[in-house]
């Protein structure tokens, strides 16, 4: 609301700006500079504002997501095996890494991508749990 308000207080002041040359109160060179800066400051506000729309739905399709995540997530809360269905509605893919052998031991890490929230980092999921 406030940055509408001031929209219309510069659209207010341009015009005036534009009075003032007519009336040859300030140059046509002066009123060219300014005209140009405040087109400029349009363009530059009209992108930023698309930008930040689509920030916005962005994240509205995420919160969406997660919230058919939780969902789906909630259905398997007494869950005792994984079963073929459960695997399929949470999970989008299986990363395996190849093998680390350079502590002496063999280490090989796995990563999961759920479906619709992307990959949540192990050490989220422990804290989580312990907490």
Known sequence: MMDEQNGHAVNRLFIRLYEDNV??????????????TYEDEQTRLKAEAQSLKQEIEAQERQIDDIDQFI??????????ELTPYAL???VKAIYIEAPDKSTGKRRQGIRIAYDL???????????????
């Open 88 to 90: 399929r509605e949470l």
């Open 71 to 80: 969902q789906r997530v909630h259905k398997y809360t007494e869950l005792k």
């Open 23 to 36: 009336s040859g109160r300030i140059s046509d060179e002066r009123f060219s500079m300014m005209s140009k």
């Open 117 to 131: 929230v992307g990959f949540i980092p192990l050490e989220k999921l422990a804290k989580e749990e312990t907490a």
